[in-house]
């Protein structure tokens, strides 16, 4: 069985432009969360995604956007990008939703913005 | 929302023992995870506590005290390939967010 995909595995970007990130969980998961990761700030939950519906949503500002499509495959979205966007982009994904017993990484994209 | 706090580094010799502590503030609890993740790789599953008492996996055993806000993780007969950093985090009853503590790097020296 594949693992939790996501593409691209490193990305740099210039401070104000803006970013997809996309993810592919494993096959027959529904629920895909999406989290950033810094050394400073260590894991942080950016939002869920169930069957095509955010369910949950973080601490971040509105230029972290998500969705999900009917294959449950999401992509996130930043929009005017900030140096401290920099970081490590996690999704995780799980059977049947955040209530799930545990939830399953990708590999992250690296994202660095300059 | 939850406030977990675990060292930031702990070094041990290889074949020994050491023990991760993680102490939790939360408004609704819902169950405590570990991850492990290795440098530039995604973090792993390791074990979860919902209910109070020892979990057993191996030469892994985690631990949950819900009325102390506390768990540990213990790591037996330590190995090099045990370096890395391990993570708590707490799962909130009412939205099921997983909240992450900052992580303890754990050395395993020859």
């Known amino acids: 069985k594949a693992g939790v995909t996501q593409t691209p595995r490193y990305l740099i970007k210039t401070r104000g432009q803006q970013v997809t990130l996309s993810c592919s969980p494993i096959?027959?998961?529904?629920?895909v969360s999406w989290y950033q990761q810094t050394p400073g700030q260590g894991l942080q939950f950016l939002f869920e995604?169930?069957?095509?519906?955010?369910?949950n949503k973080g601490n971040f500002p509105g230029r972290f956007s998500g969705r999900q499509f009917s294959n449950s495959r999401s992509e996130m979205n930043v929009s005017t990008l900030e140096l401290g966007d920099s970081a490590l982009y996690l999704c995780?994904?799980?059977?049947?939703?955040?209530?799930?017993?545990?939830?399953?990484f990708g590999p992250g994209t690296r994202l660095t913005v300059t | 929302g939850q406030n977990i706090d675990q060292p930031t580094e702990m070094t041990a010799t290889e074949g020994a023992i050491v023990q991760i502590n993680c102490t939790y503030q939360t408004s609704g609890f819902n169950g405590l995870f570990w991850y492990q993740q290795h440098a530039g790789e995604a973090p792993t599953f390791l074990s979860y506590?919902?209910?109070?008492g020892l979990e057993e996996k191996g030469r892994f055993s985690s631990f949950l005290s819900r009325s102390k806000g506390y768990s540990y993780l213990l790591l037996k007969e330590l190995q090099m390939k045990d370096s890395a950093s391990y993570l708590c985090?707490?799962?909130?009853?009412?939205?099921?967010?997983?909240?992450f503590g900052a992580g303890t790097t754990v050395t395993v020296r020859a």
């Open positions: 506590n919902v209910l109070d």
């Open positions: 096959s027959g998961h529904r629920s």
């Open positions: 985090a707490v799962r909130d009853r009412s939205d099921y967010k997983l909240s």
């Open positions: 995604y169930f069957s095509e519906t955010q369910r």
């Open positions: 995780a994904s799980s059977l049947a939703g955040a209530s799930s017993y545990e939830q399953y």
